[in-house]
């Protein structure tokens, strides 16, 4: 589900630890973590003109199975809150759009959305405002807070159980802010949520 985010200003960055990163699911306290396995390194491949280009989301995790879900009640369902990288290869998508066929290569290639560890949402208290950065070789690309969001975490968690049933352990990335960029072999790729939770890549060629 994607949505825009407004401008916002960074509101500072408090000590991170960047632990963990992604690719296999464990429960800690209800919350699941990701495990640093296959995704400790992103993938760019050689498609095309190699235009792959990232931003950084904050992530949702769902904690219980729920369907028509009332946006004031979606609330109680996370399970807690990460950041990600939603990888995009752009050129492989301009073509798919231009053909009207699907994004799955796009979007979906292996490595494409690696996660933090997630902040349990009794941590975070209710309705949490978090400030999100991205940045490549230390160079800030985006900085923007949740609170500019157009829609917020309780509504979209109602919409999507409109369409799909969620289930207990379903990750949202919850939009793109402004900043998307491209990155290349050899970029250091960090994303991070307010001081609570980061992820931090290495881009290799595949």
Known sequence: ?????????WKGDPAVSDDAYTEIYRY?????????TLCSRLLLLGFLEEKHQIDGEMVVAVGEKAKNISASDAWKIVAGYGVGLDMTLRDIQSVAKQKGLPWAVAKGFDTSAPVSDFIPAAKAGPHPVFDIECSVNGSLRQRVSTSAMIFDVGYLLHYISTIFTLERGDLVFTGTPEGVGTVRPGDIIEAKLSGYAATRHPGVAA
């Open 1 to 9: 589900i994607e949505h825009r985010l407004k401008r916002a200003d």
């Open 28 to 36: 800690t306290a209800g919350v699941p973590r990701r495990i640093n």
